[in-house]
């Protein structure tokens, strides 16, 4: 059928049309391929996709409805539309990394970096073999770095930093020949370094810090990575001598390998180094001198060295690194003179030689260093005057020369350093009067000239440096009023002027110290009482041994942050106001030896977090105990001595936590509370109540009369202990005497009979009871016992012991005595068949944290938990084990910290590297820490405290965190510089340590 003229039309020019696109894709035979090879690229990346977060809008363009996978994001292909690279940062994909790219066989970049990718790396990886570049850095990769990836021979840069990746780094790593990056740090590797990482010739930067378990020595082989620029290993478990071979690495300028175990000396090929611009060898235990070849790095920038064992002088070729910005070498055990050359370094910024044995005197060409902004030469034996011109260090921000034999006066020349922030120049001999121009520096955060002998007066001008933080002048012969233009120091937070000679009122302007927290300004010879008005902040007053008269001010109840008020060794009159009980926080109280009168108020009772101490000895107070002080659950000493107090001790019964009491001196009435605490109270801190009665006498005695008692009281015990064996003996023969059905014959005494009975042995358990105690011994406890027939008799039950027979061999050997003075032995027994007997006598613990006298006498009492417990406290505060393999010769933690102690290093070096760097007040809580420590670990078990002294003690230095200091300035000076010792001093009897908090 023909068809119509228009239809024709349509027709022909169709016909046309797909004739003409037939003919193009006749003569485009890749075109087919081509869309082939993006569908395959495409549906790999969409089946990826699947499992990743539905949620994330990251791969919103990743749509099955585009077949060209080169417009989504993170796709780069090449002209031939072949994926090159999948490039996503930063993203939250939250899935597994992809194991199905095979068909992206162009594939040369894949970076994932910061995408919360999880689980392994697949062993798949191995199968792309285009990879160069591989960022999978930043999430939370796991398992092992699979050995299928040293496959990869293109890979120039694997990047695995940062994710929780563990197991050992593969052995065929050297396998990757074209690798030039290699970053491993941050993850939870072990196992070695294997050598084969020594054929990798282009690698440039190697970095795998971070992996504590990543042990054993660093390989010689690395000698062998001729293009090694970086070379990181730090916080690792690395050991032994830094390879010689290192010195082959002629491009190399960054060395890491801080807080490791490295040991030996510094090899003197390092010399050979010369475009190293960075050395850092920090927290090891390397030793030996530091090598004059360092002298040859000119190119070297940073040097820092501290914390480990380098001995010998600091080498004069040190000079020669010109290019110098920062030198670290404290905490060593450096000696001899800070070299003169140390003047040609024009670029250094920061010196730090603190805590060493350095002698001579400070060499004055220091002041050649016009870039230097921070020198720490404290903690040495320097000498000498202070002879550096300050005028040409203008840039000087802070100065420390503490704990040296400085003399002479501090240079007026000081002041010239209009950006000086902190000073310290405390525990020097330096003499003379603080330089005026000092208190012109307004940028000063920090004074502290404590433990001189400085005279004169503090000026007003004092008022002029409006930032200072910290203020310590203690321990000097200054004079004078306390100026009132302190008042103008709104940023004050720390004020300790005790132990001068200031005279006259404390100032009323110390009020407008709206920053202020602790005062310390005892021992002084300060007039008149506290001011009206005291700044809202104050966490401690210590303004003992002074002059101060008048009544206590009740504004003092204002203060809502106090925690500690010592004002004893003064002149205060009149009643202890009831105000005082609003101090919410206050955990010590020491008002004793004033002249204080009329009853103690209840309201103190109401102090809920009064724990550490209470002082109102040597007063005039009278009446009796307020009733509210069995609410002081948590107090750990308390002191009433030498007042006029009376009434009975029965409110006293309530206080658990009691450590020390002192009660002597008034006019208490009445027996003790029946508690174990005051049946171990000894008579000196009773003595003085004449009312007082301890079991069937008086606390006081009349003098002539004390030595018949003293020698009564020998006898007695005497008599006791004898008749306490024979009372015993005859309660054993008694149990066997009667007659025990055959079912129960396991449980009747042995019993040897001495004489004729005459009680039952239900008189004698049934007087076995803590109120008939009379007396305990090492050996057993003594108690008196009433029998049926009216007589009295004395039972003694000996403790357990370890040698078989003791018990038996001393009632026979009693048994055979006759003496006048000595009673009869009536019977002995024991059970030894019974379950009790035969419980195993090995003491329970791990070697390392039993006490010496276990070891030596096999002697174990609740003074060996206490040593236990400060070996743990070491470990905590040291990072180390108590048998620690670094330890030198072998030692004992115990034994490494007590020898360090003794030769008078500074006990900052003992404490773990990871805990420096904090703020000052944190590093004195821990020294303080360590302080009580090396007290639990005393050689002699007579010399530990108890436990509750411990307790009481760490409370004395606990601060909340919502307490601290606003003082947050640290840094890597800060983790460099030692604090410098605690200085323990008490108030009275009753104080527990107070803090020298001092930088």
């Known amino acids: ?187 939870s590797l072990s196992g070695e370094i294997p050598a084969s990482v020594g054929q990798l010739q282009k690698l440039e930067v190697f970095r795998a810090g971070g992996n504590q378990n990543l042990k054993g020595s660093l390989p010689a082989e690395i000698g062998n990575c001729s293009s090694l620029a970086m070379l990181g290993l730090a916080e690792t478990g690395i050991s032994g001598k830094l390879p010689s071979t290192i010195g082959l690495l002629k491009g190399l300028q960054t060395i890491a ?56 002088s600091i080498p004069p070729e040190l000079g020669r690194c ?16 800070i070299p003169r050359s140390i003047g040609n370094l024009a670029n250094l910024e920061q010196l730090q030689l603190s805590t060493n044995q350095l002698t001579g005197v400070i060499p004055q060409e220091i002041s050649n260093c016009a870039a230097l902004t921070d020198l720490e030469i404290d903690n040495n034996e320097l000498s000498g005057v202070i002879q550096i011109d300050f005028t040409k260090l203008e840039n000087l921000t802070l100065f420390y020369a503490w704990q040296n034999r400085l ?51 503090v000026l007003p001008d004092i008022g002029n440096c409006t930032n200072l933080f910290r203020l310590r002048l203690n321990g000097n012969r200054l004079a004078g009023a306390i100026p009132a233009e302190i008042g103008s120091l709104t940023n004050l937070n720390f004020l300790d002027m005790s132990n001068n000679l200031f005279a006259g009122p404390i100032p009323a302007a110390i009020s407008g110290c709206d920053s202020l927290e602790f005062v310390d300004l005892h021992s002084n010879a300060l007039t008149g009482g506290l001011p009206e008005s005291l700044p809202k902040s104050l966490q401690f007053i210590d303004v003992s041994d002074n002059g101060l008269t008048g009544p206590l001010n009740p504004g003092i109840g204002s203060l809502p942050e106090l925690t500690k008020l010592v004002m004893g060794r003064n002149q205060l009159s009149g009643q202890i106001p009831a105000q005082l009980a609003s101090c919410s926080k206050l955990q010590l109280l020491d008002l004793g030896d004033n002249s204080f009168s009329g009853g103690i108020p209840g309201e103190l009772g109401q102090l809920p977090a009064l724990e550490i101490s209470l002082n109102l000895s040597c007063n005039h107070f009278s009446g009796e105990i307020p009733t509210q002080f069995s609410a002081l659950e948590k107090l750990g000493c308390l002191d009433i001595s030498h007042n006029e107090l009376s009434g009975n001790l029965d409110v006293l019964a309530a206080l658990q936590n009691l450590v020390t009491l002192n009660v002597s001196f008034n006019a208490f009435s009445g027996e003790l509370p029946d508690t174990p605490f005051f049946r171990k109270l000894p008579l000196s801190v009773l003595e003085g109540n004449h009312g007082l009665f301890i079991t069937n006498g008086p606390a006081t005695q009349e003098p002539q009369n004390r030595a018949t008692i003293s020698a009564l009281k020998l006898v007695m015990s005497v008599l006791i202990s004898v008749s306490a064996v024979l009372l015993l003996a005859a309660a ?42 009379i007396g305990t011994g090492s050996s057993g406890v003594v108690y008196k016992v009433g029998t049926s027939n009216g007589g009295t008799l004395a039972v003694k039950k000996m403790w357990l012991s370890s040698e078989s027979g003791a018990f038996r061999n001393e009632i026979t050997a009693l048994s055979t005595i006759r003496h006048r003075n000595i009673v009869r032995v009536l019977s002995g027994g024991d059970t030894g068949h019974k379950l009790e007997s035969r419980t195993s006598p090995r003491i329970a613990g791990s070697y390392g944290y039993i006490a010496p006298e276990y070891a030596s006498m096999r002697r174990i009492t609740e003074k060996s938990d206490v040593y236990s417990y400060g070996v743990v406290l070491l470990e905590v505060l040291t990072g180390r084990h108590p ?62 405290p108890m436990m509750k002294d411990v307790v009481a003690m760490l409370k004395e230095i606990r601060r909340p965190e919502n307490e601290q200091p606003k003082d947050s300035s640290a840094g890597c000076a800060a983790a460099a510089t030692p604090v410098r010792k605690v200085e323990l001093r008490g108030s009275s009897n009753c104080s527990f340590a107070m803090s020298d908090y001092s930088s």
């Open 883 to 944: 048998l620690d393999p670094s330890l030198p010769g072998g030692m004992h933690l115990v034994e490494w910290v007590r020898d360090h102690l003794q030769r008078k290093r500074g006990a900052v070096e003992l404490l773990d590297g990871r805990l420096r760097g904090l703020p000052d007040h944190q590093t004195q809580e821990m020294l303080q820490a360590l302080a009580i420590s090396v007290l639990c670990v005393s050689a002699r078990a007579d010399d530990r």
């Open 1 to 187: 059928m023909e068809l119509p003229w228009h239809t024709r039309t349509i027709y022909t020019s169709l016909s046309s049309t797909f004739t003409s696109l037939i003919l193009f894709l006749t003569t485009s035979p890749s075109f087919f391929l081509c869309c082939l090879s993006i569908d395959e690229q495409g549906l790999a990346l969409l089946s990826w996709k699947q499992t990743l977060n539905s949620s994330t809008d990251a791969l919103e363009s990743w749509r099955s409805s585009d077949p060209n996978p080169c417009r989504w994001f993170g796709v780069t292909c090449n002209s031939k539309l072949q994926v090159i690279s999948l490039s996503i940062k930063s993203s939250n994909l939250q899935g597994p990394l992809p194991s199905n790219l095979q068909p992206l066989k162009s594939l040369k970049t894949l970076v994932l970096s910061a995408t919360n990718i999880t689980g392994p790396i697949p062993r798949e990886f191995g199968d792309y073999h285009d990879l160069a570049f591989v960022d999978l850095s930043r999430n939370q990769i796991s398992g092992d770095i699979p050995a299928e990836v040293c496959k990869l021979s293109k890979l120039e840069s694997l990047a695995l930093n940062s994710n929780s990746l563990r197991g050992a780094i593969p052995a065929n790593i050297g396998n990757l020949s074209s690798l030039t990056y290699l970053t491993l740090y941050d993850n």
């Open 407 to 457: 003399t002479g006066s501090i240079p007026a020349s000081l002041a010239q350093c209009r950006n000086l922030q902190s000073v310290d120049l405390s525990y020097n001999n330096l003499t003379g009067s603080i330089p005026k121009e000092l208190f012109g520096l307004q940028n000063l955060t920090k004074l502290l000239l404590l433990s001189n002998e400085l005279s004169g007066f």
């Open 732 to 773: 054993y023969l008694l149990l066997r005497a009667r007659a025990v059905p055959s079912g129960e014959a396991d449980d009747t005494w042995e019993i040897t009979l001495y004489q004729k009975l005459d009680f039952s042995v239900d008189d004698v358990v049934r007087s076995l009871a803590s109120a008939n105690v």
């Open 257 to 312: 390998i801080y807080t490791a175990l490295l040991s030996g000396t510094i090899p003197d090929e390092l010399g050979n180094c010369t475009d190293l611009t960075k050395l850092y060898l920090y927290q090891n235990s390397l030793s030996g001198p530091i090598p004059p070849q360092i002298g040859d790095l000119q190119n070297l920038q940073s040097l820092i060295l501290w914390q480990n064992n380098l001995v010998g």
């Open 322 to 337: 010109k290019q110098l910005v920062l030198v670290d070498l404290s905490m060593n055990l450096l000696t001899g003179s």
